[in-house]
């Protein structure tokens, strides 16, 4: 994925964009680019590297204009080189796109452009070449657009400055786009807080959508005919929501903010959980559908569901074609995506068109929540860690309750909610913290760790072992316990490290795979509400009640951050990632 934001209006763009482009730098670190109006034409600045680096070096603070884009790439077509970071021209430099998403018949468009002249290698770079042909047919601007929109197919959204038009022309498909209204001009961006700072007013783009950003005002027209809402938005998001505060990452402050979250669902209206659980209730099978951390969810949820009496299973989004001759219209969905915008999902989408959907959703307007009948937002505010933390641990709420509620049991979450507030508390205490700390120190060094558990601590296990590689690159295998003696019990020896996740339900059985463990000389970092005597290092968790896992997860998200710090990683920009995922 990549982020962009552009900026028309009275205004001088520069400052509003720097800002806004630094803010959405967690959606690709790889390159930065930018397109400034200017009276002698368009100005293009881009390189590979982080967006300030680059930043300084061209010195982009010194430009001025009312009408720019600022692009930030996570390579996905083309290598990350200077040739391959937006926007493209078109070759009477005339035009500068912009794009985030996939162009999927690339190759028969380029071909199709014979005598145009390609400097780079990406897909992207169709759309600079398209709308110029087209231009030079005699086609307007916002026609060359449309029908360059209606020429590619896959998932794109992309903003065009033309050097003749005082305009800019944005498409959305797929990928995000919003539009921001400010006082003396507008935005239109990958995301609300990169431009929140300035104007709390926006639409939400659907798909189809072509604006036309003048200095003054904006028209919004359907190119895929779709009847769509267009209405203003004031989104209750103020600026600090999208910065690091006193804190060195976001990670950290992201893990942090759990605290008042888990809190604040005290005193929440569960009207959607309710509206939720009734669809659950009445449900043939309950699927649930994530990639990644957010299929950690499914799982879990899953799981309480089938406890509490309701078929169900989670499924990774790539998978559910495999089910395709056993869904049935009585199936409900659940869909769980922090960004709303992973492709693995999307495509899963035609697949279950007519069946109901409720959508467990953290980015506000997202695509995935214009195509789920009930929407749960589970307002963990902006998510800028690439490692996934505080929108787990809340939707993994979310799902537990919509069980409980389905089963009758909502006084019983309730009380579950203010007991896990109760372990809270006392979860980050001095003597936790330090734990913490000693056990980072020994894994810092290591190659690889297990993470071990059953039932629901196997699946916080997984969580806590997708964690740990992505911010400290280590590798790490989480395995059910009691799986471990079927194979993998092979690899301990009096070097290895396994995190052993320990509660209440699944003590006895858990510490009896531990012993096997322990007695082939391995060595076990507990976590646990009680220190053991298979344990080598301790980290306590209060884990009581429905919640239980949100404690223990939390402490694993701070494990594999401290990690990531002791190894001198950044631990909101690891190699290789980007936030949300869209390509297949
Ligand atoms: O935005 P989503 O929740 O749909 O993203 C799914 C995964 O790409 C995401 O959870 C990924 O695994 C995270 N980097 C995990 O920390």
Redesign the pocket.
Known sequence: MCGIIAYNGQDDAIPYLLEGIRNLEYRGYDSFGCAIDSPVGIIIKKDIGRVDDVINKYKIQNFSSNKAIFHTRWATHGGVKTENAHPMIDCMHRIAVAHNGIIENWAELKESLGTHKFISDTDTEVLSHLIEEKLSRGSDIQSAVKDTFNQIKGSSSFIVLDKQSEDLIAVKKGSPLVLGIAKNGNFLSSDVPSFVRHTNKVVYLSDGDMVVLGKRGYTITNLMNRDVNHDVSTVNLSAKHAEKGDYEHFMIKEIMEQLAQMKSLESADFGNVTRAAELVKNAKLVYLI??????HTALLGAKVLRENGIKSAAVQGQDLITYRNVISEDDVFIV???????AD?INAMPLISKNKKIGII??EGSTLTKDVDIFIPIDAGPEKA????K??TLSSVYVTLIAMFAAGKKEEALRDLKLLNINMYNLLVPSVLSAIDKAAEKIKGLEDVFFLGRDSDYIMALEGA??LK?VSYIHAEAIDAATFKHGPLALISDKTYAVALVSESTRNDTLYNLQEVKARGGNIIGVSDKNENVFDMFIRAQNGGAFGFVTQSIILQLLAYKTSILKGINPDRPKN?A???TTK
């Open positions: 994530g990639a990644g951390t957010s299929y769980i995506s922090q960004s709303g915008e992973t999902i953290n980015s690439v490692a996934s933390t929108s787990f997708l964690k992505e990632l936030k949300a995922v």
